[in-house]
T-cell receptor, first 110, second 116 residues
Framework: EDQVTQSPEALRLQEGESSSLNCSYT??????LFWYRQDPGKGPEFLFTLYSAGEEKEKERLKATLTKKESFLHITAPKPEDSATYLCAVQSTPPGKLIFGQGTTLQVKP | EAQVTQNPRYLITVTGKKLTVTCSQNMNHEYMSWYRQDPGLGLRQIYY???????DKGDVPEGYKVSRKEKRNFPLILESPSPNQTSLYFCASSPRTSGGAGETQYFGPGTRLLVL
């Protein structure tokens, strides 16, 4: 059975304190791994897509990486506006089916 | 403005009273999907549609129905709602189908449903 596990569940950082969020997955055939950001009371917002091991994507203070078993979302010198819940999702087969992890809630204190 | 709209945004109903949550997108996307989000369980896929007249089950389809008669609309139907369907529901759309349905997936604002 396909499964996605995110850790930690919650993370508190001081502004400027870099860290990483983990997304471990078990799927029969990975078609894509996706990262989303969700602010309270809103729908998730797409951040990155990763398709193959070794791939990396960057956007401002965020960098996503992918191995054969897990993905990391690295946050460099975070700011309070980076506070949100970060969701990881994988797509295997059938192609339209998506499985989400439970998310990591990040709080960045000034 | 490119967007996914859902109606209603908030709904309180009683057990057994049929309801429909509408979802519409104005981006000509082929792929649409419904999710429910519950504390501690995360986001779970209910149904998805790869294109008009093509729908398939996600992880938690029991108690729900969908239809895709037009490209822009993907309503979620609860024919006999029960309290365990109390949840936050999200509709989403994407221009990709095979291999990248999760990429650039646009989510609606959510519908908060309470079934008494």
């Amino acid at each position: 059975e396909d499964q996605v596990t995110q850790s930690p569940e919650a993370l508190r950082l001081q502004e400027g304190e870099s860290s990483s969020l983990n997304c471990s997955y078990t799927v029969s055939g990975l078609r894509g791994l996706f990262w989303y950001r969700q602010d309270p009371g809103k729908g998730p917002e797409f951040l990155f897509t990763l398709y193959s091991a070794g791939e990396e994507k960057e956007k401002e203070r965020l960098k996503a990486t992918l191995t054969k078993k897990e993905s990391f979302l690295h946050i460099t010198a975070p700011k309070p506006e980076d506070s949100a819940t970060y969701l990881c999702a994988v797509q295997s087969t059938p192609p339209g089916k998506l499985i989400f992890g439970q998310g990591t809630t990040l709080q960045v204190k000034p | 403005e490119a967007q996914v709209t859902q109606n209603p945004r908030y709904l309180i109903t009683v057990t057994g009273k049929k309801l429909t949550v509408t979802c519409s997108q104005n981006m000509n996307h082929e792929y649409m999907s419904w999710y429910r989000q519950d504390p501690g369980l995360g986001l779970r896929q209910i149904y998805y549609s790869m294109n008009v007249e093509v729908t398939d089950k996600g992880d938690v389809p029991e108690g729900y129905k969908v239809s895709r008669k037009e490209k822009r609309n993907f309503p979620l139907i609860l024919e006999s709602p029960s309290p365990n369907q109390t949840s936050l529901y999200f509709c989403a759309s994407s221009p990709r189908t095979s291999g990248g349905a999760g990429e650039t997936q646009y989510f609606g604002p959510g519908t908060r449903l309470l079934v008494l």
